[in-house]
């Protein structure tokens, strides 16, 4: 059965359809979950309890559909209200903002490269309320951008038909989605493309092996990829998205950066919290409360400026990329691709400052393991390792000292 039919299959059994929402209500949506998912962030990240339900809510929530192309029965919402809908969700809990990053990164990928049909019928899943995980990093190969993974023709099969072999790690999202884009070499060695397989395929391993010192409910663990077997109409490019002037790598980017900002903003929220009803004051202050203290004001203020800072940057840069898109020229991705870079730096400084200073202006009783802060310190030390910040600031650097523009790949 080809994707088109088994679209039209779908629609004429009044498949269920998640809610498409409007800009406001997306934000209103995000800013509710966000509290739900707070109350139990420290417990889910003490004991490693993957959000299951969750995320279950948020899928029906309709927030996962909310850039589906309104051609198709979707939102198509701008890229600031996305971000702004990633920073919310991860002031509640980062772990679960992460894990529908690739989500969105791939409903972008169909919107870059994938067939009418193939539009049709992955989009239907994504209002239907399906998930996607992916399949793209692998470990143990020279750097982020070597893929060994590949498709095969299936000899037995004939045309048309490929068998999928590969191992796949840091899959984020991949444990709990219903689709599994997989980033793959056609034939050994040549272009990359997407192999979309469902995570229930013959073939297709998840393993929950991510042990990471933060981030630790994301589910970020291997995929293995066994002789899978793949038609036509279920691979997509994905090295032609960077033959031209592109977005893709800025809106994966901005959507880390946001995550990023949502940590800081939270770290910073529970360490005023904390010295407002736990902290006591230190006797040279004499002040009756720790909130008084002049130095702990001082701390504060001053990280909220960053803080602020950096929520700002990752506005402006959401706001790029809705720029180039409306007008997609070498200069305006360009444009974009710096303004997240700028964004990126500086909610990798924001969310770790933050998350290390609330134990400066909370004080001792704050290191107590019970309370569990220090888990602020470490998700923003796991996820702002997915690109170095340095690396950010050089393509900045060489913007500003020789006009030029970064390299149009997806790490920008």
């Given at each position: 059965?080809t994707?088109?039919?088994?679209?039209?299959r779908?629609?004429r059994?009044?498949a269920?359809?998640?809610p498409?929402?409007?800009s406001e209500e997306a934000?209103r949506e995000?800013a509710?979950?966000?509290?739900?998912?707070?109350a139990?962030?420290?417990?889910?990240?003490?004991?490693?309890?993957i959000?299951?339900?969750e995320t279950?809510?948020?899928?029906?929530?309709?927030?996962l559909a909310?850039?589906v192309?309104?051609s198709?029965?979707g939102?198509?919402l701008p890229?600031?209200?996305v971000?702004?809908?990633?920073?919310?969700?991860a002031a509640?809990?980062p772990?679960i903002?992460q894990i529908p990053?690739?989500?969105?990164?791939?409903?972008n990928?169909?919107r870059?490269?994938?067939?009418a049909?193939q539009?049709e019928?992955f989009?239907?899943?994504?209002l239907a309320?399906k998930?996607f995980g992916?399949?793209?990093s692998?470990?143990?190969?020279?750097?982020v951008?070597?893929i060994?993974?590949?498709?095969?023709?299936?000899?037995?099969?004939?045309d048309?038909?490929?068998?999928?072999?590969g191992l796949k790690g840091y899959?984020?999202?991949?444990?709990?989605?219903?689709?599994i884009?997989v980033?793959?070499?056609k034939?050994?060695?040549g272009p990359?493309?997407v192999a979309w397989?469902?995570?229930?395929?013959?073939?297709?391993?998840?393993?929950d092996?991510?042990?990471?010192l933060?981030?630790?409910?994301?589910a970020s663990?291997?995929?293995?990829l066994e002789?899978?077997?793949v038609?036509?109409d279920?691979?997509?490019?994905y090295?032609?998205?960077?033959?031209r002037?592109q977005?893709?790598?800025?809106?994966a980017?901005?959507?880390?950066?946001?995550?990023?900002a949502g940590?800081?903003r939270?770290?910073?929220?529970?360490?005023a919290t904390?010295?407002?009803?736990k902290?006591r004051p230190?006797p040279d202050a004499?002040?009756?409360?720790?909130?008084e203290?002049?130095?702990v004001?001082?701390?504060?203020?001053?990280?909220e400026v960053?803080?602020?800072?950096s929520e700002?940057l990752?506005?402006?840069?959401?706001?790029?990329?809705d720029?180039?898109n409306?007008?997609?020229t070498?200069e305006?991705?360009?444009?974009?691709s710096l303004?997240?870079?700028?964004?990126r730096?500086?909610t990798t400084q924001a969310a770790?400052?933050?998350a290390s200073r609330l134990?400066?202006?909370a004080g001792?009783?704050?290191?107590?393991a019970?309370l569990?802060?220090?888990?602020?310190?470490?998700?923003?030390?796991?996820?702002?390792l997915?690109?170095?910040?340095?690396?950010?600031v050089q393509h900045?650097?060489?913007?500003?000292a020789?006009?030029v523009l970064?390299?149009n790949?997806g790490?920008?």
């Amino acid at each position: 059965m080809t994707v088109l039919e088994t679209s039209d299959r779908a629609r004429r059994s009044g498949a269920t359809r998640v809610p498409v929402l409007s800009s406001e209500e997306a934000i209103r949506e995000a800013a509710v979950l966000a509290r739900e998912y707070a109350a139990g962030a420290a417990e889910r990240d003490r004991h490693r309890i993957i959000p299951v339900e969750e995320t279950a809510r948020l899928a029906a929530s309709g927030l996962l559909a909310i850039t589906v192309p309104a051609s198709y029965g979707g939102a198509d919402l701008p890229v600031a209200v996305v971000a702004e809908v990633f920073r919310l969700l991860a002031a509640g809990d980062p772990n679960i903002a992460q894990i529908p990053h690739s989500h969105f990164v791939y409903v972008n990928a169909l919107r870059e490269q994938a067939s009418a049909e193939q539009q049709e019928f992955f989009f239907g899943e994504v209002l239907a309320g399906k998930r996607f995980g992916n399949a793209q990093s692998e470990v143990g190969t020279k750097h982020v951008r070597d893929i060994r993974t590949s498709l095969v023709p299936d000899a037995v099969a004939g045309d048309g038909r490929w068998r999928l072999n590969g191992l796949k790690g840091y899959a984020t999202g991949a444990l709990l989605a219903d689709w599994i884009p997989v980033l793959t070499h056609k034939y050994v060695d040549g272009p990359l493309h997407v192999a979309w397989v469902e995570r229930t395929a013959p073939g297709v391993t998840v393993v929950d092996d991510w042990d990471g010192l933060g981030q630790r409910t994301t589910a970020s663990g291997s995929v293995r990829l066994e002789d899978v077997a793949v038609a036509d109409d279920r691979v997509t490019p994905y090295h032609l998205t960077f033959e031209r002037p592109q977005t893709y790598g800025a809106f994966a980017q901005v959507l880390h950066a946001a995550i990023d900002a949502g940590i800081a903003r939270e770290a910073l929220t529970e360490a005023a919290t904390f010295v407002r009803t736990k902290s006591r004051p230190y006797p040279d202050a004499g002040v009756e409360r720790a909130a008084e203290d002049p130095l702990v004001v001082q701390a504060l203020g001053e990280v909220e400026v960053h803080v602020r800072g950096s929520e700002a940057l990752v506005r402006e840069a959401a706001a790029l990329v809705d720029v180039a898109n409306a007008d997609l020229t070498e200069e305006t991705a360009g444009a974009a691709s710096l303004a997240v870079a700028a964004a990126r730096a500086a909610t990798t400084q924001a969310a770790l400052s933050a998350a290390s200073r609330l134990f400066e202006v909370a004080g001792t009783r704050s290191a107590l393991a019970a309370l569990n802060l220090d888990r602020h310190w470490r998700n923003a030390r796991t996820h702002t390792l997915h690109d170095p910040a340095a690396w950010k600031v050089q393509h900045l650097g060489r913007w500003v000292a020789d006009g030029v523009l970064p390299p149009n790949h997806g790490q920008l």
